[in-house]
């Protein structure tokens, strides 16, 4: 069992950064690929970003050049560094963990339960 804790979310204006954490219980962090998904209101959940155990990435291409996962498994955490923001990127960010290093959101085993990220314009 892996419990998932997000932090790091807030108001920002248009153009600024802000950094996402996911803390995860357990000794097995390093077992598990992380992603990262957002949700704005209205719309359905979508991929950000993943990292493998490996530290492999992947982003979906609206984040590509702007946002970085990485992970710290001395910490048991990863994160997600967004650095110029858009009015489009306002969501609730959500972090998953699975075995598998996947981009469909249907296959995640475990969620934190997400943080708000609102960015105004």
């Known amino acids: 069992q892996v419990q998932l804790v997000e932090s790091g979310g807030g108001l920002v204006q248009a153009g600024g950064s802000l950094r996402l954490s996911c803390a995860a219980s357990?000794?097995?962090?390093?077992?598990?690929?992380m992603g990262w998904f957002r949700q704005a209101p209205g719309k359905e959940r979508e991929f950000v970003a993943v990292?493998?155990?490996?530290?492999?990435?992947a982003y979906t291409g609206s984040v590509m050049g702007r946002f970085t996962i990485s992970r710290d498994n001395a910490k048991n955490t990863v994160y997600l560094q967004m650095n110029s923001l858009k009015p489009e990127d306002t969501a609730v960010y959500y972090c998953?963990?699975?075995?598998?290093?996947?981009?469909?959101?249907?296959?995640?085993?475990?969620w934190g339960q997400g943080t708000q990220v609102t960015v105004s314009s």
């Open positions: 998953a963990a699975d075995e598998r290093a996947t981009t469909n959101s249907n296959f995640y085993t475990y």
């Open positions: 990292i493998s155990r490996s530290g492999d990435s």
């Open positions: 357990g000794r097995t962090f390093n077992r598990y690929a």
